[in-house]
């Protein structure tokens, strides 16, 4: 099965790459060899390769950022996502899956978001997040599955757990937002997932994945200081202090709470998911021999 990987060298599609089935033969492109804001580009990859699948990992990541530059996040979000699928339509049989996120919906829930909750973005990284979907949803049906996620990190990328990395083997002492609640997830665990996925033809629609368990950013970053600590990677262990979100503006609002329903997803691919803390001991380790 030939399969199209787009956003390669980010943190999915690393993973994607780097973990691919006998089954499958992949096609990785990342964005030297692939601009998801030329729209002709992405007709002609498509089209050139003729691929089975199509797994877009690649996302406008920055939250914040994207509130002042809404339209750089649309046209990778929204309108790119909108031309795979556009793309992936007029090849027979051809599928997409698109890595969608928890900003989708506002925080306001006290119990897990199912795939079919209502969405209610805070700000303009969901507003696109979600105009991707909906572009998915529409023009492909059955032929289109959009995965949501949350709080994606792995050993090398520019996220949560190699900044506060950083900081803490500067010695620097860290203020961590407290009450906000989701679900730390490997890239690992999402590209192993997404790869089951692929080779199941008949499912479609949204669906729900990360690790297990709950936590807010300051569990997280708590952790992490014992897991490097643990392993050697800090000198000392770092001083963490919960904060509330007030004390903390963004230009971005967060939600509160974005922890996802994926009972769904356990039961159709027969998966037990690993706990977050497990995943998080597995990418420090990796980030020590790094």
Same mark, same amino acid.
């Given at each position: 099965?030939?399969?199209?990987?787009?956003?390669?060298?980010?943190?999915?599609?690393?993973?994607?790459? +780097?973990?691919?089935?006998?089954?499958?033969?992949?096609?990785?492109?990342?964005? @030297?060899?692939?601009? %998801?804001?030329?729209? +002709?580009?992405?007709? !002609?990859?498509?089209?050139?390769?003729?691929?089975?699948?199509?797994?877009?990992?690649?996302?406008?990541? =920055?939250?914040?950022?994207?509130?002042?530059?809404?339209? =750089? =996040?649309? *046209?990778?979000?929204?309108?790119?996502? *909108?031309?795979?699928?556009?793309? $992936?339509?007029?090849?027979?049989?051809?599928?997409?899956?698109?890595? +969608?996120?928890?900003?989708?919906?506002?925080?306001?829930?006290?119990?897990?978001?199912?795939?079919?909750?209502? #969405?209610?973005?805070?700000?303009?990284?969901?507003? !696109?997040?979600?105009?991707?979907?909906?572009?998915?949803?529409?023009?492909?049906?059955?032929?289109?599955?959009?995965?949501?996620?949350?709080?994606?990190?792995?050993?090398?990328? *520019?996220?949560?757990?190699?900044?506060?990395?950083?900081?803490?083997?500067?010695?620097?002492?860290?203020? $961590? $937002?407290?009450?906000?609640?989701? !679900? #730390?997830? @490997?890239?690992?665990?999402?590209?192993?997932?997404?790869?089951?996925?692929?080779?199941?033809?008949? %499912?479609?629609?949204?669906?729900?994945? +990360?690790?297990?368990?709950?936590?807010?950013?300051?569990?997280?970053?708590?952790?992490?200081?014992?897991?490097? %600590?643990?392993?050697? %990677?800090?000198?000392?262990? #770092?001083?963490?202090? #919960?904060?509330? !979100?007030?004390?903390?503006?963004? =230009?971005?609002?967060?939600?509160?709470? @974005?922890?996802?329903?994926?009972?769904?997803?356990?039961?159709?691919? /027969?998966?037990?998911?690993? /706990?977050?803390?497990?995943?998080?001991?597995? $990418?420090?380790?990796?980030?020590?021999?790094?």
């Amino acid at each position: 099965m030939k399969v199209l990987i787009t956003g390669a060298a980010g943190q999915v599609g690393r993973a994607l790459g +780097s973990s691919i089935p006998a089954a499958f033969d992949a096609h990785s492109l990342d964005r @030297s060899h692939l601009d %998801l804001g030329d729209e +002709s580009g992405v007709r !002609t990859a498509v089209a050139a390769l003729r691929p089975d699948v199509v797994i877009n990992a690649a996302a406008y990541t =920055a939250v914040d950022k994207a509130e002042s530059d809404a339209e =750089a =996040a649309r *046209r990778i979000n929204a309108d790119a996502v *909108r031309w795979l699928a556009e793309s $992936v339509a007029e090849l027979p049989g051809c599928r997409l899956l698109h890595i +969608s996120t928890d900003f989708v919906f506002d925080g306001h829930s006290s119990v897990p978001y199912a795939p079919l909750a209502s #969405p209610s973005p805070l700000g303009v990284y969901g507003r !696109t997040k979600l105009l991707g979907e909906q572009a998915v949803g529409e023009l492909l049906g059955s032929r289109g599955l959009v995965l949501r996620t949350s709080w994606v990190y792995d050993a090398t990328g *520019r996220n949560f757990v190699q900044t506060m990395l950083r900081f803490m083997r500067d010695g620097r002492p860290l203020r $961590v $937002v407290a009450d906000q609640v989701g !679900t #730390p997830t @490997s890239a690992e665990s999402i590209a192993g997932v997404l790869w089951k996925l692929a080779a199941c033809p008949d %499912l479609a629609g949204v669906w729900h994945w +990360s690790d297990a368990g709950v936590a807010s950013w300051y569990d997280f970053a708590v952790a992490i200081g014992e897991e490097a %600590l643990q392993r050697g %990677l800090l000198k000392q262990e #770092p001083s963490v202090t #919960p904060i509330a !979100t007030a004390d903390y503006p963004t =230009a971005a609002r967060r939600p509160f709470y @974005s922890v996802l329903d994926k009972r769904a997803t356990i039961e159709a691919l /027969h998966l037990t998911p690993v /706990h977050w803390r497990q995943s998080l001991r597995r $990418v420090i380790k990796e980030t020590g021999i790094a």
